[in-house]
């Protein structure tokens, strides 16, 4: 059985972890065969939106597989903002977080665009208490919500429910379990109205500009804009407009 499941619907494709009995947890096979899937996703031009998620109700990701580093393995999952040992997915991204998000599953939640969360969810930078460093989320964690929540997480590696982890705006909503994979699908499709194209690249102006001055990055834009004007959905947009119809996108 695959430790990783895709599935497309339309132009959103599904992206679940599939370690139930391990409450999803990281080992070398998903972490192999996530890298495989988003480079599927990233180069699939009918894939214009991904939802990622967990099997089952109890866990979104509760972490590395501590079993396999106690056997001598390596740490499983090493993923960079873009999700996935180098690969910058410039597409849009939306968390489905339906139980367990704890250490490397908070990794894999943090370079998500949209972030959901059912209502019994749990969230830990809980490596630390494992003697294990908390490398990733220390890099990206402070860039995501404020510094102070941030190191307390880190710091403490104490858990948090669902509703704190909303109040300090590591997820954009909470609902209940029933309504999760719906909200994330209704999140998709107000995305799916837009230019695939022009969101791509507005995600991409948004990442490669914010680790980098101001200037740099109005000029990352403005370069990504001029290549934008050149596609065909920058073209039909507009005519759409004039033509008072909704626009035929084609993501080219």
């Known amino acids: 059985m695959p430790a990783v499941l ?13 370690r139930p009995e391990a409450m999803n947890a990281v080992n070398r096979e998903m972490s192999e065969e996530l890298e495989d899937l988003w480079y599927q996703f990233d180069a699939d031009d009918e894939a214009w939106v991904a939802i990622l998620t967990g099997a089952g109700d109890r866990a979104f990701c509760a972490g590395a597989d501590l079993r396999q580093m106690a ?5 499983a999952y090493r993923p960079t903002h873009s999700l996935g040992h180098g690969i910058d997915v410039f597409k849009p991204i939306i968390a489905g977080i339906n139980g367990y998000c704890l250490a490397a599953g908070i990794d894999m939640v943090l370079p998500c665009d949209i972030r959901v969360a059912a209502e019994h969810a749990t969230f830990g930078m809980t490596m630390t208490r494992w003697g294990v460093m908390a490398s990733t989320g220390a890099s990206q964690l402070p860039r995501s919500i404020h510094w102070c929540h941030a190191m307390e997480m880190i710091l403490t590696a104490e858990r948090i429910d669902a509703q704190e982890a909303y109040r300090i705006g590591l997820v954009n909503k909470v609902v209940p379990l029933g309504q999760l994979i719906p909200t994330c699908e209704a999140y998709a499709e107000k995305i ?5 194209m022009a969101v791509r690249l507005s995600k991409e102006a948004a990442i490669r500009g914010r680790e980098t001055t101001m200037q740099e990055s109005l000029n990352i834009g403005f370069s990504l804009q001029r290549y934008n004007r050149t596609t065909e959905d920058a073209k039909e947009g507009p005519r759409a407009f004039a033509e008072k119809r909704t626009p035929n996108w084609t993501g080219r």
């Open 6 to 18: 895709y599935e497309k619907k339309g132009h959103i494709a599904y992206v679940t972890l599939n």
């Open 192 to 196: 799916l109205l837009n230019s695939p």
């Open 71 to 75: 056997a001598g393995g390596r740490p």
